[in-house]
């Protein structure tokens, strides 16, 4: 059997020489063609390495049957963009770090990679080398106790402030150069400290100088990660000698710069000693690892500089071959790994104030891949109708209030739009006016207004008046900058205003043409009749949605003041009567399907809301169901609001692709009557 991996590669810079050097030592590649924006350049290149090599325009390398990995070696701002070309060309990918600018462009090549089932590693190479799996192992194995802290560090000075390096435009700058280096490997470290594949810092403070081209020159960062516990329990004796004890906090100090030269090293502290590396990107010829443990001789790992151990870029090269014939991720370098990274890197740059021009919050940031937005071919979604409504309505509400940034936002929007999802829920009132200002870049950038059901939501108490529905109306539309609301709706109900002074002055916006149709969120069932009696006796339009909280798991209290719940059987009993279209919020009971333990009483919100034999009985349920269809619990708690006989359309708020992606498997859940009442502990 021929396992042979032909590889192209893109991009016929520096370091892609350095990988083509390096090739030959892996055990199964061979270089056959070079990519280039340039052909002339490609050429050049292939003319130096010698060889029948095949070049061409990355569109030409790409089409070629004979490629089966490609190499990206371009500047920062064209990995996302080459990836997705090469995923949909059927071609692997190992990609130059970063993967992409920013975690909102890494989480769309992220779910490509997925879902086409092509194997994409970022090409991190010091992760693939011995040196790093030796250091690893000892701080699993506990070897200097228990990890307090790394420091770590790639840093050089370039006597040029032109070029890439210096150019915002082209994501310069030493963050997203290197400093990805000293950041991956204090994730993996602060994981193998805690027995995981990587930690997350849950604190990150950074100081730093943006120079005058407007990149970073040089940064320190100070990163926080969970408490750990050195090998054994607490008490034990653990291989090293030292007593096993639960650390506060892991703390990691991580620098990098392009202008100012640092040592590149990276030093492990513990309870029992230290770990050094002096080259722990593998990049020079001294690369050793010394240990150093209390009343021990210090003990001195070297690699030699032409072994085939010490070859990283064919070490990465076989690492992918092994990841696409096993069918997932490198166990040295995955996905998720590069997610966490990204997500790192955006948080380091906003510390010191960093962000491109072509990222910015009001900036016109295409699709990652630059193709036009549509929606594909067979989507998932299911589609119901509101009265008074021209536009098909998704099952599932998008909702606006968990984006940080614009490029994280149209990453998460555009992947709902292509799966069919044109429904988005956003309020006066979440983030100050932040998220709807991002909502409505998003929608002016891609320039599909018509395609999309916006529900728009004001008068949220102590604001519950008349008055400021239109106040907060006209301030919603000018942030979105569009004119009309497909659907508007009271945050609150304000019992001490009469209802009909609300029912006309929604009235007054509907002749205008500000509002299409309207309701209410967190509407008790008799206001909501009150409205309608009020709108019929008076000729006027009543009430067209409601959006309450309703799920599988009966609610005993509601998360914030002012709430109101249907999951009660006098509620379900008015739905089933009034048929009117019910956008119901938190519809997998916050969480409860996914992580409730009846002996976990850790978070107090879900203990008051949901906490009962009967639900937990319902999630039993759940489970058991989802097991037989091959989905969680969750899927299964979304198709049970999804199948009621009144219409629904769930709100949820993702926070990220895979989140999405976690919601929409409920949409391939079609329950029927029986599965329904059993579910919900009537049979």
Not at 238 to 243: D, F, N, V, Y
Not at 269 to 293: H, K, Q
Not at 302 to 329: I, N, Q, T
Not at 387 to 406: E, F, I, T
């Amino acid at each position: 059997m021929d396992n042979t991996c032909n590889w192209a590669v893109l991009g016929p810079g520096a370091i892609a020489r350095r990988f083509i050097s390096q090739l030959p030592a892996s055990r199964n590649g061979r270089l056959i063609a070079v990519g280039s924006s340039d052909p002339a350049r490609a050429k050049a290149l292939a003319d130096e390495v010698g060889g029948d090599l095949r070049t061409g325009t990355y569109a030409e390398i790409l089409a070629d049957p004979a490629v089966d990995a490609v190499y990206i070696s371009t500047v920062h701002t064209t990995h996302a963009r080459l990836t997705l070309e090469a995923i949909r060309a059927g071609k692997h990918v190992l990609v130059e770090k970063p993967l992409a600018p920013n975690f909102g462009s890494v989480m769309a090549v992220v779910d490509a990679a997925r879902e086409s089932g092509v194997t994409v590693v970022e090409a991190y190479m010091y992760r693939f080398h011995r040196q790093t799996r030796l250091l690893l192992r000892l701080v699993a194995e506990g070897a200097i106790g228990k990890v307090s802290h790394i420091d770590a560090s790639f840093s050089f000075a370039t006597s040029s402030t032109t070029g890439r390096l210096f150019d915002p435009a082209l994501a310069g700058g030493g963050i997203l150069d290197v400093g990805g280096y000293p950041v991956s490997i204090a994730r993996a470290v602060a994981g193998a400290a805690t027995g995981r594949a990587f930690a997350e810092p849950t604190e990150l403070t950074a100081t730093g100088t943006i120079g005058s081209t407007g990149v970073d020159e040089w940064s320190v960062a100070q990163l926080t990660f969970p408490a750990a516990r050195a090998n054994g329990a607490a008490g034990e004796v653990g291989a090293s000698g030292a007593t096993g004890e639960v650390a506060a906090v892991i703390t990691a100090t991580v620098r990098t710069g392009v202008r100012l030269a640092d040592p590149e090293s990276v030093t492990v502290y513990g309870s029992a000693g230290t770990i050094t590396l002096d080259d722990p990107w593998t990049i020079r010829t001294n690369t050793a690892l010394t240990l150093r443990v209390i009343g021990q001789d210090p003990q001195v790992f070297s690699f030699a500089a032409d072994s085939a151990d010490h070859k990283p870029y064919a070490l990465e090269a076989d690492a992918l071959a092994r990841a696409v014939a096993a069918g997932g991720d490198p166990d040295e370098m995955s996905l998720e790994d590069s997610l966490g990274t990204a997500k790192v890197l955006d948080r380091w740059r906003a510390a010191i104030g960093l962000r491109y021009p072509f990222e910015t919050n009001t900036s016109d940031i295409p699709t990652v891949s630059g193709l036009p937005l549509q929606a594909k071919a067979g989507a998932p979604m299911r589609y119901g109708t509101i009265d008074g409504l021209a536009k098909p309505v998704s099952r599932l509400v998008m909702g606006c209030d968990n984006q940080p940034d614009l490029a994280h936002a149209s990453a998460v929007f555009d992947h709902f739009f292509t799966a069919g999802g044109n429904t988005f829920d956003t309020a006066w009132l979440y983030g100050k006016g932040f998220y709807e200002k991002l909502f409505g870049q998003w929608v002016k950038n891609r320039g599909i207004r018509d395609e999309l059901v916006v529900i728009v939501k004001g008068a949220h108490t102590p604001h519950c008046d008349p008055e400021s529905i239109t106040r907060q109306l006209l301030e919603s539309l000018e942030r979105q900058q569009h004119g009309t609301a497909d659907i508007y709706m009271l945050h609150r109900d304000n019992t001490d205003v009469p209802v009909g002074e609300f029912v006309d002055v929604l009235n007054d916006h509907v002749d205008a043409g500000r509002i299409t149709v309207f309701g209410g969120s967190n509407w008790s069932p008799e206001r909501v009749d009150e409205a309608d009696a009020y709108a019929a006796a008076n000729g006027k339009r009543g009430f067209s949605v409601l959006s309450n909280h309703f799920g599988l798991a009966e609610a005993y209290d509601v998360p914030w003041a002012g709430c109101k719940h249907m999951t009660d059987p006098a509620s379900k009993a008015w739905l089933e009567r009034k048929q009117i279209p019910l956008l119901p919020w938190s519809s997998q009971a916050r969480g409860f399907f996914a992580r409730a333990d009846a002996a976990d009483h850790s978070d107090a919100e879900l203990v008051r809301c949901y906490y009962s034999d009967a639900n937990f009985e319902r999630k039993r349920r759940a489970e058991q169901l989802g097991a037989e269809l091959g989905v969680p619990a969750t899927a299964v708690a979304l198709a049970f609001v999804l199948a009621q006989s009144f219409p629904t359309f769930p709100l949820f708020g993702p926070r990220t692709i895979a989140e999405t992606g976690s919601s929409m498997a409920g949409l391939s859940v079609v329950l029927d009557a029986a599965q329904v009442a059993w579910l919900d502990l009537q049979d």
